[in-house]
Protein backbone atom coordinates (compact mmCIF):
# COMPACT_ATOMS: atom_id res chain seq x y z
CA UNK A 1 0.00 0.00 0.00
CA UNK A 2 1.08 3.60 -1.11
CA UNK A 3 1.12 6.13 1.54
CA UNK A 4 0.82 9.70 0.55
CA UNK A 5 2.19 12.83 3.30
CA UNK A 6 3.28 16.47 2.57
CA UNK A 7 6.36 17.15 4.52
CA UNK A 8 9.26 19.86 5.35
CA UNK A 9 12.67 18.66 4.61
CA UNK A 10 14.50 21.21 7.47
CA UNK A 11 17.53 19.48 6.76
CA UNK A 12 17.42 21.02 3.31
CA UNK A 13 17.32 24.91 5.35
CA UNK A 14 18.22 27.47 2.66
CA UNK A 15 20.70 30.79 3.28
CA UNK A 16 17.25 32.98 3.72
CA UNK A 17 15.51 30.40 6.19
CA UNK A 18 13.06 28.80 4.06
CA UNK A 19 12.68 25.21 3.95
CA UNK A 20 11.54 23.57 0.96
CA UNK A 21 7.98 21.32 0.74
CA UNK A 22 7.91 17.76 -0.45
CA UNK A 23 5.50 15.44 -1.25
CA UNK A 24 6.65 11.62 0.45
CA UNK A 25 5.22 8.77 -0.89
CA UNK A 26 5.70 5.27 0.88
CA UNK A 27 5.14 1.82 -0.24
CA UNK A 28 7.35 -1.49 1.99
CA UNK A 29 9.40 0.83 3.71
CA UNK A 30 10.87 2.51 0.30
CA UNK A 31 10.13 6.23 0.12
CA UNK A 32 10.23 8.84 -2.45
CA UNK A 33 10.32 12.57 -2.30
CA UNK A 34 8.02 14.69 -5.03
CA UNK A 35 9.58 18.29 -5.07
CA UNK A 36 6.61 20.85 -4.99
CA UNK A 37 7.11 24.81 -5.69
CA UNK A 38 6.48 25.74 -2.41
CA UNK A 39 8.64 26.44 0.82
CA UNK A 40 8.32 27.89 4.21
CA UNK A 41 9.58 29.33 6.87
CA UNK A 42 9.42 28.39 11.00
CA UNK A 43 7.19 30.76 11.78
CA UNK A 44 4.55 29.16 9.33
CA UNK A 45 4.58 26.08 10.91
CA UNK A 46 3.36 24.61 14.52
CA UNK A 47 4.84 22.89 17.51
CA UNK A 48 4.47 20.24 15.11
CA UNK A 49 6.11 21.09 12.65
CA UNK A 50 3.16 20.76 10.37
CA UNK A 51 2.50 23.89 7.62
CA UNK A 52 -0.39 26.03 9.50
CA UNK A 53 -0.51 28.88 7.06
CA UNK A 54 -4.09 29.94 6.06
CA UNK A 55 -3.18 30.88 2.68
CA UNK A 56 -0.52 28.64 1.68
CA UNK A 57 -2.42 25.45 2.73
CA UNK A 58 -5.43 25.02 0.12
CA UNK A 59 -2.81 25.74 -2.37
CA UNK A 60 -0.54 22.64 -1.09
CA UNK A 61 -3.75 20.66 -0.69
CA UNK A 62 -4.77 21.23 -4.42
CA UNK A 63 -1.25 19.27 -5.70
CA UNK A 64 -2.08 16.60 -2.51
CA UNK A 65 -5.44 16.02 -4.08
CA UNK A 66 -4.00 15.36 -7.57
CA UNK A 67 -1.17 12.80 -6.63
CA UNK A 68 -3.64 11.02 -4.87
CA UNK A 69 -5.82 11.46 -7.53
CA UNK A 70 -2.96 9.53 -9.85
CA UNK A 71 -2.57 6.91 -7.18
CA UNK A 72 -6.11 5.98 -7.08
CA UNK A 73 -5.91 5.85 -11.26
CA UNK A 74 -3.27 3.60 -10.98
CA UNK A 75 -5.19 1.40 -8.99
CA UNK A 76 -3.50 -1.60 -8.10
CA UNK A 77 -1.03 -1.67 -10.85
CA UNK A 78 0.66 0.62 -8.28
CA UNK A 79 2.53 -2.18 -7.04
CA UNK A 80 4.11 -2.89 -10.25
CA UNK A 81 6.06 0.26 -10.11
CA UNK A 82 9.60 0.51 -8.42
CA UNK A 83 9.53 3.76 -6.06
CA UNK A 84 11.71 5.56 -8.48
CA UNK A 85 9.94 5.00 -10.95
CA UNK A 86 6.82 5.66 -9.40
CA UNK A 87 8.15 9.00 -8.53
CA UNK A 88 9.03 9.87 -12.45
CA UNK A 89 5.30 8.70 -13.26
CA UNK A 90 3.88 11.11 -10.83
CA UNK A 91 6.12 14.13 -11.85
CA UNK A 92 5.11 13.51 -15.28
CA UNK A 93 1.58 13.16 -14.77
CA UNK A 94 1.63 16.82 -12.48
CA UNK A 95 4.08 18.55 -15.35
CA UNK A 96 1.52 17.46 -18.30
CA UNK A 97 -1.53 18.76 -16.02
CA UNK A 98 0.27 22.31 -15.01
CA UNK A 99 1.02 22.86 -18.21
CA UNK A 100 -2.35 22.39 -19.37
CA UNK A 101 -3.72 24.04 -16.30
CA UNK A 102 -3.67 28.11 -16.07
CA UNK A 103 -3.48 29.91 -12.26
CA UNK A 104 -6.81 31.48 -11.89
CA UNK A 105 -6.37 35.22 -10.27
CA UNK A 106 -10.76 34.79 -9.07
CA UNK A 107 -9.99 31.10 -7.97
CA UNK A 108 -6.89 32.08 -5.30
CA UNK A 109 -8.84 35.44 -4.45
CA UNK A 110 -12.07 33.31 -3.56
CA UNK A 111 -9.45 31.49 -1.07
CA UNK A 112 -7.99 34.39 0.32
CA UNK A 113 -11.12 35.82 1.07
CA UNK A 114 -12.41 32.33 2.76
CA UNK A 115 -9.22 32.38 4.39
CA UNK A 116 -9.44 35.82 6.08
CA UNK A 117 -13.19 34.80 7.24
CA UNK A 118 -12.10 32.37 9.12
CA UNK A 119 -9.93 34.21 10.74
CA UNK A 120 -12.45 36.37 11.47
CA UNK A 121 -11.74 39.60 9.95
CA UNK A 122 -15.10 39.70 8.35
CA UNK A 123 -14.77 43.90 7.64
CA UNK A 124 -11.90 43.60 5.62
CA UNK A 125 -12.84 40.30 3.74
CA UNK A 126 -15.64 42.38 2.51
CA UNK A 127 -13.72 44.78 0.94
CA UNK A 128 -11.35 42.45 -0.58
CA UNK A 129 -14.92 40.52 -2.62
CA UNK A 130 -15.88 43.97 -3.43
CA UNK A 131 -12.63 44.81 -5.02
CA UNK A 132 -12.63 41.42 -6.44
CA UNK A 133 -15.94 41.78 -7.81
CA UNK A 134 -15.14 45.23 -9.66
CA UNK A 135 -12.69 43.42 -11.42
CA UNK A 136 -14.68 40.91 -12.94
CA UNK A 137 -17.24 43.36 -13.60
CA UNK A 138 -14.10 44.96 -15.76
CA UNK A 139 -13.70 42.03 -17.43
CA UNK A 140 -17.17 40.95 -17.68
CA UNK A 141 -15.88 37.37 -16.99
CA UNK A 142 -15.08 35.87 -13.84
CA UNK A 143 -12.20 33.92 -15.01
CA UNK A 144 -7.94 35.35 -14.86
CA UNK A 145 -5.04 33.97 -15.64
CA UNK A 146 -2.14 35.68 -13.50
CA UNK A 147 -0.27 35.87 -16.45
CA UNK A 148 -2.71 38.20 -17.89
CA UNK A 149 -1.90 40.98 -15.24
CA UNK A 150 0.56 43.55 -16.62
CA UNK A 151 1.14 46.94 -16.55
CA UNK A 152 -1.34 47.64 -19.26
CA UNK A 153 -3.75 45.60 -18.08
CA UNK A 154 -3.72 47.38 -14.80
CA UNK A 155 -3.71 50.87 -16.88
CA UNK A 156 -6.52 49.95 -18.84
CA UNK A 157 -8.56 48.48 -15.49
CA UNK A 158 -8.00 52.14 -14.26
CA UNK A 159 -9.16 54.17 -16.71
CA UNK A 160 -12.36 52.35 -16.55
CA UNK A 161 -12.95 53.15 -13.08
CA UNK A 162 -12.66 56.62 -13.79
CA UNK A 163 -14.78 56.75 -16.72
CA UNK A 164 -17.24 54.67 -14.66
CA UNK A 165 -17.66 57.70 -12.02
CA UNK A 166 -15.68 55.55 -9.15
CA UNK A 167 -13.74 58.11 -6.78
CA UNK A 168 -10.72 58.29 -6.63
CA UNK A 169 -10.10 56.28 -2.88
CA UNK A 170 -11.91 53.62 -4.20
CA UNK A 171 -10.01 53.32 -7.49
CA UNK A 172 -6.83 53.34 -4.76
CA UNK A 173 -8.82 51.05 -2.61
CA UNK A 174 -9.85 48.27 -5.04
CA UNK A 175 -6.15 48.15 -6.73
CA UNK A 176 -4.67 47.94 -3.33
CA UNK A 177 -6.74 44.75 -2.87
CA UNK A 178 -5.89 43.77 -6.07
CA UNK A 179 -2.18 43.75 -5.30
CA UNK A 180 -2.04 42.78 -2.07
CA UNK A 181 -4.03 39.48 -3.39
CA UNK A 182 -1.57 39.07 -6.18
CA UNK A 183 1.30 39.67 -4.07
CA UNK A 184 0.12 37.21 -1.76
CA UNK A 185 -0.19 34.33 -4.53
CA UNK A 186 3.71 36.08 -5.45
CA UNK A 187 4.97 34.80 -2.49
CA UNK A 188 3.48 31.35 -3.20
CA UNK A 189 3.42 29.95 -6.31
CA UNK A 190 6.98 31.56 -7.28
CA UNK A 191 10.43 30.56 -5.60
CA UNK A 192 13.09 33.37 -6.98
CA UNK A 193 15.64 31.60 -5.36
CA UNK A 194 15.63 29.05 -7.28
CA UNK A 195 14.34 29.58 -10.30
CA UNK A 196 10.93 28.40 -10.21
CA UNK A 197 8.78 30.81 -11.16
CA UNK A 198 4.94 29.96 -12.12
CA UNK A 199 3.73 33.90 -12.39
CA UNK A 200 5.58 35.42 -14.80
CA UNK A 201 4.11 39.01 -14.75
CA UNK A 202 4.79 41.49 -11.85
CA UNK A 203 2.27 44.40 -12.98
CA UNK A 204 2.76 46.68 -9.53
CA UNK A 205 6.33 46.87 -9.87
CA UNK A 206 5.78 49.55 -12.70
CA UNK A 207 1.92 50.52 -12.37
CA UNK A 208 2.02 53.16 -9.60
CA UNK A 209 -1.26 53.30 -7.60
CA UNK A 210 -2.63 56.65 -7.50
CA UNK A 211 -2.93 57.67 -3.70
CA UNK A 212 -5.34 59.69 -2.18
CA UNK A 213 -5.12 62.70 -0.04
CA UNK A 214 -6.70 61.92 3.58
CA UNK A 215 -5.04 65.19 4.57
CA UNK A 216 -8.54 66.87 3.46
CA UNK A 217 -10.48 63.39 3.69
CA UNK A 218 -12.29 64.87 7.02
CA UNK A 219 -12.74 68.49 5.79
CA UNK A 220 -14.05 67.31 2.50
CA UNK A 221 -16.54 65.20 3.57
CA UNK A 222 -18.03 67.41 6.28
CA UNK A 223 -20.77 68.99 4.45
CA UNK A 224 -21.82 72.58 6.26
CA UNK A 225 -25.85 73.24 7.20
CA UNK A 226 -26.93 75.06 4.68
CA UNK A 227 -25.49 72.00 1.89
CA UNK A 228 -27.19 69.29 4.29
CA UNK A 229 -30.70 71.42 4.43
CA UNK A 230 -30.61 71.44 0.51
CA UNK A 231 -29.65 67.70 0.07
CA UNK A 232 -32.68 66.81 2.59
CA UNK A 233 -35.28 69.28 0.59
CA UNK A 234 -34.21 68.66 -2.77
CA UNK A 235 -36.95 68.06 -5.43
CA UNK A 236 -36.19 65.06 -7.22
CA UNK A 237 -37.18 64.02 -10.74
CA UNK A 238 -36.38 60.49 -10.29
CA UNK A 239 -36.66 57.04 -8.02
CA UNK A 240 -33.30 57.08 -7.81
CA UNK A 241 -32.79 60.41 -6.98
CA UNK A 242 -35.69 60.16 -4.10
CA UNK A 243 -34.02 57.73 -2.64
CA UNK A 244 -30.81 58.71 -2.91
CA UNK A 245 -31.88 62.04 -0.82
CA UNK A 246 -34.31 60.12 1.71
CA UNK A 247 -31.50 57.43 2.83
CA UNK A 248 -29.34 60.32 3.23
CA UNK A 249 -31.74 62.62 5.63
CA UNK A 250 -32.31 58.78 7.66
CA UNK A 251 -28.76 58.28 7.55
CA UNK A 252 -27.87 61.82 9.16
CA UNK A 253 -30.71 61.41 11.56
CA UNK A 254 -29.33 58.42 12.71
CA UNK A 255 -26.16 59.34 13.60
CA UNK A 256 -24.45 58.47 10.35
CA UNK A 257 -26.06 55.03 9.76
CA UNK A 258 -24.73 53.40 6.60
CA UNK A 259 -25.72 52.00 4.08
CA UNK A 260 -25.54 48.40 5.17
CA UNK A 261 -26.42 48.48 8.49
CA UNK A 262 -29.64 50.17 7.12
CA UNK A 263 -29.99 47.24 4.50
CA UNK A 264 -29.11 44.60 7.01
CA UNK A 265 -31.37 46.09 10.29
CA UNK A 266 -33.78 43.00 10.96
CA UNK A 267 -34.80 44.38 14.69
CA UNK A 268 -37.24 47.65 15.52
CA UNK A 269 -39.14 47.74 19.03
CA UNK A 270 -41.72 50.80 18.56
CA UNK A 271 -39.62 52.94 16.93
CA UNK A 272 -36.39 52.10 18.10
CA UNK A 273 -33.88 50.66 16.19
CA UNK A 274 -31.13 47.84 16.84
CA UNK A 275 -28.67 47.09 14.91
CA UNK A 276 -24.95 45.54 15.01
CA UNK A 277 -22.76 47.51 13.12
CA UNK A 278 -21.49 44.83 9.93
CA UNK A 279 -17.95 47.30 10.44
CA UNK A 280 -16.88 46.90 13.23
CA UNK A 281 -18.90 44.08 15.45
CA UNK A 282 -15.67 41.42 15.20
CA UNK A 283 -13.76 43.72 17.20
CA UNK A 284 -15.83 44.58 19.44
CA UNK A 285 -16.86 41.71 22.95
CA UNK A 286 -20.73 43.31 22.15
CA UNK A 287 -21.15 43.15 18.61
CA UNK A 288 -21.03 46.80 18.18
CA UNK A 289 -24.29 46.52 19.32
CA UNK A 290 -26.31 49.52 18.61
CA UNK A 291 -29.88 51.30 19.93
CA UNK A 292 -31.59 54.29 18.67
CA UNK A 293 -34.89 55.90 18.47
CA UNK A 294 -35.80 57.36 15.01
CA UNK A 295 -36.34 61.32 15.69
CA UNK A 296 -39.65 62.88 14.38
CA UNK A 297 -37.98 64.56 11.79
CA UNK A 298 -37.59 61.17 9.61
CA UNK A 299 -40.49 59.26 11.11
CA UNK A 300 -42.09 59.89 7.27
CA UNK A 301 -39.09 57.37 6.02
CA UNK A 302 -39.85 54.87 8.82
CA UNK A 303 -43.99 54.78 7.01
CA UNK A 304 -42.43 55.06 3.56
CA UNK A 305 -39.73 52.25 3.47
CA UNK A 306 -40.82 50.12 6.13
CA UNK A 307 -41.63 46.50 5.41
CA UNK A 308 -45.29 45.93 5.62
CA UNK A 309 -45.51 41.98 5.89
CA UNK A 310 -43.48 39.23 7.77
CA UNK A 311 -42.06 37.57 5.11
CA UNK A 312 -39.11 39.74 4.87
CA UNK A 313 -36.67 39.53 7.99
CA UNK A 314 -35.57 43.38 7.37
CA UNK A 315 -36.89 46.47 8.65
CA UNK A 316 -36.70 48.23 5.12
CA UNK A 317 -37.71 47.95 2.07
CA UNK A 318 -34.20 48.29 0.80
CA UNK A 319 -33.49 44.34 0.44
CA UNK A 320 -36.60 43.82 -1.41
CA UNK A 321 -35.74 46.36 -4.05
CA UNK A 322 -31.93 45.40 -4.12
CA UNK A 323 -30.25 42.49 -4.60
CA UNK A 324 -27.35 42.69 -2.00
CA UNK A 325 -25.98 45.74 -0.01
CA UNK A 326 -23.58 46.97 -2.84
CA UNK A 327 -26.16 47.58 -5.44
CA UNK A 328 -28.15 49.32 -2.76
CA UNK A 329 -24.79 51.63 -1.87
CA UNK A 330 -24.14 52.02 -5.65
CA UNK A 331 -27.65 52.82 -6.31
CA UNK A 332 -27.78 55.31 -3.38
CA UNK A 333 -24.39 57.27 -4.55
CA UNK A 334 -25.54 57.67 -7.89
CA UNK A 335 -28.48 59.18 -7.05
CA UNK A 336 -26.86 61.65 -4.88
CA UNK A 337 -24.22 62.82 -7.89
CA UNK A 338 -27.43 62.97 -9.92
CA UNK A 339 -28.87 65.73 -7.37
CA UNK A 340 -25.10 67.21 -6.96
CA UNK A 341 -25.27 68.32 -10.17
CA UNK A 342 -28.83 69.45 -10.68
CA UNK A 343 -28.68 71.49 -7.29
CA UNK A 344 -25.03 72.37 -8.87
CA UNK A 345 -23.47 71.72 -5.53
CA UNK A 346 -19.76 70.88 -6.97
CA UNK A 347 -19.69 68.61 -3.99
CA UNK A 348 -16.82 66.15 -5.07
CA UNK A 349 -17.19 62.59 -5.39
CA UNK A 350 -20.59 63.12 -3.39
CA UNK A 351 -21.19 59.69 -1.88
CA UNK A 352 -23.85 58.65 1.69
CA UNK A 353 -20.68 58.80 3.58
CA UNK A 354 -20.64 62.05 3.49
CA UNK A 355 -24.07 62.43 6.18
CA UNK A 356 -21.91 60.26 8.22
CA UNK A 357 -18.84 62.99 8.09
CA UNK A 358 -21.19 65.86 8.62
CA UNK A 359 -22.83 64.42 11.84
CA UNK A 360 -19.60 63.69 13.18
CA UNK A 361 -17.72 66.98 13.04
CA UNK A 362 -21.14 69.00 13.49
CA UNK A 363 -21.53 67.14 16.77
CA UNK A 364 -18.11 67.73 18.07
CA UNK A 365 -17.45 71.22 16.03
CA UNK A 366 -20.14 72.89 16.46
CA UNK A 367 -22.43 71.18 19.13
CA UNK A 368 -18.87 70.67 21.24
CA UNK A 369 -20.04 66.86 22.18
CA UNK A 370 -16.61 65.18 23.84
CA UNK A 371 -15.33 62.87 21.43
CA UNK A 372 -15.60 60.04 23.03
CA UNK A 373 -19.14 60.09 22.91
CA UNK A 374 -19.17 60.69 19.14
CA UNK A 375 -17.22 57.60 19.16
CA UNK A 376 -20.35 55.61 20.67
CA UNK A 377 -23.15 57.06 18.32
CA UNK A 378 -20.52 56.10 15.72
CA UNK A 379 -20.33 52.29 16.67
CA UNK A 380 -16.32 53.11 16.49
CA UNK A 381 -14.26 50.04 17.91
CA UNK A 382 -14.41 51.04 21.96
CA UNK A 383 -11.99 53.03 23.08
CA UNK A 384 -12.58 52.33 26.83
CA UNK A 385 -13.02 48.56 26.66
CA UNK A 386 -12.22 48.49 30.65
CA UNK A 387 -15.40 51.05 31.28
CA UNK A 388 -17.53 49.10 28.83
CA UNK A 389 -16.96 46.40 29.90
CA UNK A 390 -18.25 47.04 33.60
CA UNK A 391 -20.75 49.59 32.47
CA UNK A 392 -24.42 49.50 31.61
CA UNK A 393 -24.92 51.03 28.55
CA UNK A 394 -27.39 53.83 28.24
CA UNK A 395 -29.02 54.14 25.37
CA UNK A 396 -30.91 57.35 26.50
CA UNK A 397 -27.25 59.13 26.33
CA UNK A 398 -27.13 58.34 21.85
CA UNK A 399 -30.20 60.12 21.35
CA UNK A 400 -29.81 63.33 23.57
CA UNK A 401 -26.30 62.98 21.74
CA UNK A 402 -28.35 63.06 18.24
CA UNK A 403 -31.26 65.22 19.23
CA UNK A 404 -28.11 68.19 19.91
CA UNK A 405 -26.63 67.45 16.46
CA UNK A 406 -30.39 67.71 14.67
CA UNK A 407 -31.39 70.68 16.94
CA UNK A 408 -28.73 73.08 15.57
CA UNK A 409 -29.17 71.33 11.94
CA UNK A 410 -32.85 71.98 11.55
CA UNK A 411 -33.81 74.27 14.04
CA UNK A 412 -30.91 76.69 14.81
CA UNK A 413 -29.93 76.04 18.25
CA UNK A 414 -26.61 76.28 19.15
CA UNK A 415 -25.54 75.08 23.08
CA UNK A 416 -23.40 77.09 25.21
CA UNK A 417 -19.73 76.36 23.86
CA UNK A 418 -18.30 74.62 26.30
CA UNK A 419 -21.66 72.60 27.39
CA UNK A 420 -20.99 68.91 26.90
CA UNK A 421 -24.11 67.86 29.62
CA UNK A 422 -25.78 65.01 28.23
Known amino acids: M ?27 RDRA ?58 ETKLENKSQNAKLDFFEFAKTFIENMQSDKRQGSSENYAIAVRNLAKFLGRDTLDFNEMTATFCKR ?30 SIYNDYEIGEIQIRTNPFKSFEIPKFKFASLA ?14 TASVFTEREELARDVFLLSFCLCGMNAKDLYMCECIEETQLIYFRHKTKNRRSDNAEMRINIPPEVSHLLKK ?22 NFTTAINKGLKSINRKL ?7 SLYYARHSWATIAVNDVYLPEELVDECLVHAPVRKM ?16 RKVL ?16
Not at 8 to 23: C, D, H, I, Q, T
Not at 157 to 179: C, D, F, P, T
Not at 408 to 420: H, I, L, N, Q, W
Open 2 to 28: VTLKIVVLYENKRKNGSMPVYAKITQN
Open 33 to 90: YIKTPFSVFGSQLNKRGEIKDSYLLPSINLLYNRIAEILKDLGFSVNQFSMKDLKVYI
Open 157 to 186: YHNWMIKNGLGARGQELYLVSIRKIFNEAL
Open 219 to 232: EKKALPVDTLQKIF
Open 305 to 326: YRTKTKESKHVFTFSKRYADPD
Open 344 to 350: KLRIDEI
Open 387 to 402: LRTYVKRDWARVDKTN
Open 407 to 422: DYVFYGKTPPEGSVSI
